[in-house]
């Protein structure tokens, strides 16, 4: 079995990968988790057997969301389903109270 192309994914910004050694799917075929749009039993075979019970299922996720990772099945989640995700936390604004204009204004 070829692993080397999570090699590359490692490379990536997010140099804490020490959740990668308690997740299910350590060790497996990548092509388990990339595939082409349109192949929702690869999908769902991925989340069944390896996401829904993976112990590191949330940091697997956010190694994604905080990579902003385009492809393949992440933290149980494809990337469009990863988009909705990464679109919502940037329309959230977090807005403070300014006692001096007595407004509440968007945080900095």
Known sequence: MDTSAWDDIWALKDADHTWHEDALCRGSSPELFFFEAGQSKKKNHAVENYCKKCP????????????????????????????RILSAQKKAVTMTYNPTTQRFEKSK
């Open 56 to 83: 590191a299922q949330k940091r697997c996720l956010d190694y994604a969301l905080n990579n902003d990772i385009r492809f393949g099945v992440w933290g149980g989640l494809t990337p469009a389903e990863r988009n």
